[in-house]
């Protein structure tokens, strides 16, 4: 019968209480232990005194039997102990002492309380000791040596022992003993040594020591100090392959199980603090993983090297030609008193393989393109897209019934039908105008399906007129600018620059009371067009503001034109990687804009670019903002968010000086490809900005409260397709109130993405 209950172990003890005098002999009381057990057993006891600082060398009591024999079922042990000493040196009054019985057989204990007077002696306490430093810091590998004093207060000479106890004993150089005479009423000073061992020997801990003291003719006196070992040392971080691949073997097979490689992760402790390691992944790809670690927390102790096993999954494509994920391993460590792993990160890579191999994918892939080609042509033909690149679009309205404006370089503006997946051409779109054939720069499309305008000149850009809601302003190559009816399409008014009838408009700008349109041209001027109210027309001069000349330059195309949402500021941007703030006068809020005055930024990006091949390419104000944030895209992928309102502008007495104007840059990154970005747009919110550029995508950038990129969201594209990596995106439009983004690219197309 093996119940638990048989194992339970009885005792008694002969007395509770226990007197005990120094001077007067040894006291003692009996401890009886049955065994009620269902076997042989026997039986161990110990004596535990209440607040006594334990000592190997220090005996105060004695057994008899010191281990009882192995005794049957229903027999009885009995154990006699001898107090002959204190179980605190020189303590007077009661302590408890704790009787513990233990049997190894039974793997059970039992504690008895037993209550002990200790009497005052006739000794006196002639001997003291002091530490005159008390707390020692040292590291591992140095020796420091430990002051003793000792007085002998009485009236005749005393052999006393020093005894050095509470670190290692081998840490003490010699002895930790030391035997001294003193004479009366006198005192001495000696040291203890200790010399630390190396570092994965030493632990860092604050060690509490203790000196004692005993005399032949006094009772013992000690003094309690603390040694403290300081951290020191480091945790090695490495691993044997940081490079992976799925499938690790035949890769030119398919494989529809592999999705999962393994990495070896390192550590060794080379310090003197024991450590508990996590690993953490971080790294750029880090959310298209799934990661297990074997152990998840693995303990190091000193001097030891212990491995994690990081097991990482993730989806492989079925076709294309594979990708590479890059990770970071990053190690935490339970007490960072001495830092980081070294080094505190392991990069790693891995290179994951399609389920079906390239060489199987060449015979679909030519097959869709084929069939892709076949579907642009078919479109084409039937007029359903443009027949050169998009250069501006633009969506109206703002709930159903909304539809999209697009200009091309075929002469065209055309007007689209915004279905739940697509566009569609805009079929009851009726044509008033028709291209002067004479006069005509484009090839004419064969089937004229939602053309809204024929102009006799590629249109560069399309801006609707603020107030007047049935009314658009495009901007043509040979420098004119031309309002027209949304409606028909009729011309309402012609604008030209006669002094310089050929200039390129590239960008239009108006002010919201559409009493001031800005145009930028190829050749660096700004003109301002200007009206006293909207029934009446357009000046014919308009106010050009040349900053070709007012920055000495030969040349500064501007490609983009930004009015701040208080129309107070124009931003100008162009060649040189620059952009320019125009401010109108303050004192003639609704005046012309004659007198105007002129700032210059020079657009900082951190990597000190700036040279005649460097442009500004696109200028983009959170709608309807009092903040005045402006974000800026650049020729080499790089974007950038701007708080205008904390530009300070370098004084000038020349109004038709160019000044530095030092703007806050609340943040800025570079796009993955490294290849211009033609176009940005805000949310109606801000709470993201859309892009477009050369490498074909256009990406959502999720901003936090305070206008910066928000690193913990991934930017997403929205324009992935076969083949879109070929074209450029050279425009895009934002209604995030309806959860559409419109782009024009250079393969004639105009795109409906929807922002999920």
Known sequence: MNSNSNNIISASLSTQSLTYRPDQGQVSFE????????RFANFQLEIIAAGEIRNPNYRWYRLEPEVAAAQ?????????????????????GTVNLSVKIFSPQLARERRLLLRLEIERGNKPILISVELPIRTFQVYPGNAIDVPVRVRNQGQVASNVLLHFIGVDASWVTNSTERRLTLNAVSQTEVSFKCELPSVVQAPSLNYIFTVEATSNNSYP????????????????????????????????????????ASYELLFKNVSNLRQEINVQIQGKDWRKCAFNKFPEIQNLNLGETAKVILDVKTKRPWVGIGKTIFLEAKAELSDQRLGSTDPATQSLELEVLPIIPLWLQLAILALLAAL????????????????ASVNSVRIIGNGTGSSVVSASNDCTLRSWTIRPNSLEADENVTLKSKPNKQNFKCVQPQKPKGVLVFANNPILVVRFVPVE????????????????????????TTLQDFQEPSDRVFDLAFTKNSLN????????????WSRESTTKKFQGKPVVIDLLKQQKLTRFPIWALALSPDDEKLIVSGEFNRFLIISRNQNQPNSSLKNISVERLEKIDGSGRGGQNDSVLSLAFIPDSPENILATSDSAGLIAIWDLKQCKPTSSNNPQQINDSNCKLLDHWQDESKKPIRTLAFSEDGNFLVSGGDDGRVVVWYLTSSHQLDRTKSPKDINIFPGYKKIKIRTIDVKSSQGIVISGSDDFQVRLHRIK
């Open 31 to 38: 401890v009886t232990v049955n065994n009620d057990s269902d």
């Open 72 to 92: 049957p079922h229903g027999s009885s042990t009995k154990f006699q102990v001898f107090i002959f000493n204190t179980p605190i040196p020189g303590f007077v």
């Open 221 to 260: 006196a000690n003094a309690e100090g603390s040694l403290e070992v300081l951290p020191v040392g480091y945790i090695d971080f490495s691993t044997p392959q940081n490079k992976q691949r799925i499938p690790s073997q035949h890769p030119w097979l398919p494989n529809f199980k592999s999705n999962s």
């Open 372 to 387: 892709l080609a076949l579907l642009a042509l078919l479109f084409r033909q039937e007029g359903i897209a443009h027949t």
């Open 469 to 492: 809601n049935n009314s658009i302003a495009i901007g043509l190559e040979n420098g004119i600018i031309e309002l027209r009816q949304i409606s028909t399409g009729e011309i309402i």
């Open 517 to 528: 349109l800005f145009s930028g041209s190829g050749n660096g001027k700004v003109r301002v």
